[in-house]
């Protein structure tokens, strides 16, 4: 089992930026991947970005690129999204989640992809 818990949520204008974290604990010898996905009201869960745990390869979405940085500690147990010139339609909880297999880089894009999933954390973008 492993638990993930996200903060670094919360209100921000348009233009600003805000810093995501994911805590893991429990089994986590055992992660390949570490992702943030995000789910706006009335859509589905979306692929923001992924880190490999231990090369540190990683990937966005497009409409992230430029924007957003994913990172990891891996002495720590966390993954970070650094999120900026954050816009309206970021607006969405955002899920950290932790994957034991190993793939390419479109395979690790799907939620499929992953085991373990944190709670999620909101973020609001105003306009």
């Known amino acids: 089992q492993v638990q993930l818990v996200e903060s670094g949520g919360g209100l921000v204008q348009a233009g600003g930026s805000l810093r995501l974290s994911c805590a893991a604990s429990?089994?986590?010898?055992?992660?390949?991947?570490m992702g943030w996905f995000r789910q706006a009201p009335g859509k589905e869960r979306a692929f923001v970005a992924h880190?490999?745990?231990?090369?540190?390869?990683?990937n966005y979405a497009d409409s992230v690129k430029g924007r957003f940085t994913i990172s990891r500690d891996n002495a720590k147990n966390t993954v970070q999204l650094q999120m900026n010139s954050l816009k309206y339609e970021d607006t969405a909880v955002y899920y950290c989640?932790?994957?034991?297999?190993?793939?390419?880089?479109?395979?690790?894009?799907?939620?499929?992809?992953?085991?373990?999933w944190g709670q999620g954390t909101q973020v609001t973008v105003s306009s």
């Open positions: 989640a932790q994957g034991s297999n190993s793939g390419g880089w479109y395979a690790l894009s799907l939620p499929e992809a992953y085991d373990y």
């Open positions: 429990g089994r986590t010898d055992s992660t390949y991947v």
């Open positions: 880190v490999t745990w231990r090369r540190g390869n990683t």
